[in-house]
């Protein structure tokens, strides 16, 4: 369903990252593939009754953020994406490839991307407001931490 919260969230990230026509407002860059699953000979090791049978696939590998040309060598997380199965009874999982993530709601998502947006004086985040929302919001920090000596190859 779309609501105004989730339109002011699209919003915000389309102002960091620009509005790009016909791509996702985040993991904007993206690779689709499909493929087959196909279980161990002990399909009992594993809990899941869908992952007993062979599965068709479908995945998106994702580079985050909203640019669709940034470079696969950016610092920021990889996404996947996968549907495994068909129809009501398919599973969809959404992972990250960082193991802590820097929002616990839509909302703190949308206040993080607010306090760095451009600052027209400035001509890019405000430092004075990023350490504000930092120190307002410190279950964010983690996930910053983690982040800010990636170096993707
Ligand atoms: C407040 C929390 C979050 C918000 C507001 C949010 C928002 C978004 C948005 C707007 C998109 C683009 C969707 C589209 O246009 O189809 C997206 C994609 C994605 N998000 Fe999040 N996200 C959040 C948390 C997470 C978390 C916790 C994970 C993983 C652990 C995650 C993984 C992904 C992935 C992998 C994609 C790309 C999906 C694809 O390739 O189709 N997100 N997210």
Redesign the pocket.
Known sequence: MKTDHAES??DA?NTIFGRHEGY????AK?LGVKGVFIPTDTPGDIKVPLLHNRQTVKA?F?VGGGKPGISDKSPTVR???LRIGDGDGSWGL???SAPV?F?N??E??RAFLAARQPDPVLGGPNPERVKAFNAANPNTLPHQRYMAPAKPK
């Not at 996702?24 to 993991?27: L, Y």
């Open positions: 969230l699209i990230l996702r407002a985040s993991h993206g998106r994702s996404g996947i994406g959404d992972m990250i993530f929002a709601s839509a703190q998502f």
